[in-house]
């Protein structure tokens, strides 16, 4: 589903399906391509992308809703995702569906204000469910296997080496040195859970059970980076039923990603 960044509106289903035609018609149209395909080919969905000798694993953001219809393909491929090496999906839940009949137990508001920026960062008019933002860099609709799996490959591509690693043992995350961008870069610290199953009730998916994998339920800046190496402590003190998190390093907030690790917590 598609929503203008201006307004919140109670469209039908069939103006909804149309603004998203028309939508999705405009992004492909954008210069270097919403729906860029890499080496892929245009018939069959390109073949599983594992990156086992990637000095960093590609972050994969899936901008997702309990209450859209059309999410559900999105969340089940972000759960085949988490099983790649070399690839950390990472499922934002949005509030702005919330209306429709059915209220996402995961929605963060940081999570929207996050998507708008992209929005704006990526030229696009649009905020829309499910979307996939790939290492910061290209988005897709989340539900387009094949487009989601050549972004991934096309990222895979331009992976910088700047040094994001755990101590597990002091709780310290440590950023490597480098040269940084002249936008300046973040910081982010994302606490997630690695599945969830949630029986829906109303709305678009009411009836079906629907499971959700690498679910954020904390996401914050801890730090910027200059170029030169640092430490920065954790403070995971409200983490303590969580199941893992991730650090990583991104260009002026929502540009593209420098750097990324992961921890279990437990």
């Keep these: 589903m598609v ?37 892929a080919g245009a018939g ?4 599983r992308v594992g990156l086992p000798d990637a000095a960093r694993p590609v972050v994969v953001e899936l901008y997702t809703s309990q209450g859209c219809n059309t999410c559900p ?3 089940a491929l972000a759960g085949e995702l988490a099983e790649l090496p070399g690839i950390l999906p990472l499922s934002f839940h949005i509030d702005y569906w919330d209306y429709i009949g059915w209220q996402d137990r995961f929605a963060l508001p940081g999570n929207t204000v996050r998507q708008k920026a992209y929005s704006r960062a990526l030229g ?3 905020i829309y469910t499910p ?17 989601v799996y050549s972004a991934i490959d096309k990222a895979s591509r331009e992976l910088p080496a700047v040094e994001v690693a755990f101590d597990a043992g002091t709780q310290v995350v440590r950023v490597g040195d480098g040269t940084p ?32 994998y690498n679910v954020v339920r904390d996401f914050r800046a801890i730090g910027a980076w200059e170029g030169r190496a640092l ?13 893992a998190c991730a650090v990583f390093l991104q260009t002026n907030e929502n540009g593209p990603i420098l750097g990324a690790a992961t921890m279990a917590l437990r």
Excluded: C
Aim: hydrophobic share 40%.
């Design 3 to 39: 929503m203008d960044m201006g307004r919140r509106l109670r469209f039908s289903h069939g103006a909804f399906a149309a603004l998203l035609l028309v939508g999705a018609v405009a992004l492909s149209m954008a210069p270097g391509g919403l729906f860029a395909t890499g080496e």
């Design 231 to 243: 430490e920065i402590p954790l403070d995971l003190a409200q983490a303590g039923g969580n199941d």
């Design 124 to 126: 696009s008019r649009f």
């Design 181 to 212: 961008p002249p936008e300046g870069a973040t910081v982010w610290l994302a606490v997630f859970d690695r599945k969830h199953t949630t029986k829906i009730e109303r709305g678009e998916n009411a009836g079906r059970e629907l499971s959700y």
């Design 44 to 47: 069959e969905p390109i073949s």
């Design 73 to 75: 393909p999105a969340d």
């Design 131 to 147: 979307q996939m933002v790939v290492d910061g860099r290209l988005d897709v609709p989340g539900h387009r296997q094949r487009l």
